[in-house]
């Protein structure tokens, strides 16, 4: 299995401000994705980290409102641009792939954002 | 795109048997998961159905039907401890898993 770390836990920022998030995985993995999930409904997939290119995002998110780093087989960043109330949510960080089954995708504990 | 609809809550006693149900619409198949999520933690692996039939794990069991698109998380000998959120999901070749809007589950003694 593998285990995500997340910095920060959570944070309270001021619209208008920016925010990165970074994740830590303990083994190499193939893939990393970023979801959103606001309190009490699902997981929405924002983007998947690609190592060395461009993250790939899903409809309704874009690279200049969340751009994403991911230097090696280990960590990724998420930056939440420019954020507004409505970016208010819990953000999650996930892998799979290599060491872990392939089948399985393991979860962060997430980073819980609050834009005042 | 894909679609995924489970029930949005369900209620037992300890004891107990539930079946939370999904069925999905996908433009690619590679299987069927399902995660639990308890309050404020993060979604852990409870298991995952790539070809038809009933694959168990202790206390919990998955089922899929492929033909109907429709597959199942039994949860048998129900425990206050099982009460979280269950979410079904489902994967495309090489991307991520896209879930449903999940089924909470409320355990009562």
């Known amino acids: 299995s593998a285990v995500i770390s997340q910095k920060p836990s959570r944070d309270i920022c001021q619209r208008g401000t920016s925010l990165t998030i970074q994740c830590q995985v303990d083994?190499?993995?193939?893939?990393m994705f970023w979801y959103r999930q606001q309190p009490g409904q699902s997981l929405t997939l924002i983007a998947t980290?690609?190592?060395?290119?461009?993250?790939?995002?899903e409809s309704g998110f874009v690279i200049d409102k969340f751009p994403i780093s991911r230097p090696n087989l280990t960590f990724s960043t998420l930056t939440v641009s420019n954020m507004s109330p409505e970016d208010s949510s819990i953000y999650l960080c996930s892998a799979s792939g290599m060491t872990t089954r392939h089948n399985e995708q393991f979860f962060g504990p997430g980073t819980r954002l609050t834009v005042l | 795109g894909q679609s995924l609809e489970q029930p949005s809550e369900v209620t037992a006693v300890e004891g107990a048997i539930v079946q939370i149900n999904c069925t999905y619409q996908?433009?690619?198949?590679?299987?069927l998961s399902w995660y639990q999520q308890h309050d404020g933690g993060a979604p852990t692996f409870l298991s995952y159905n790539a070809l038809d039939g009933l694959e168990e794990t202790g206390r919990f069991s998955s089922f899929l039907s492929r033909s109907d698109s429709y597959g199942y998380l039994l949860l048998q000998e129900l425990q206050m401890k099982d009460s979280a959120s269950y979410f079904c999901?489902?994967?495309?070749?090489?991307?991520?898993?896209?879930f449903g809007k999940g089924t909470t589950l409320s355990v009562s003694s």
């Open positions: 980290a690609n190592q060395g290119s461009e993250a790939t995002y």
């Open positions: 999901a489902v994967k495309e070749a090489g991307t991520a898993l896209i």
């Open positions: 083994s190499q993995v193939t893939m």
């Open positions: 996908t433009s690619g198949f590679y299987g």
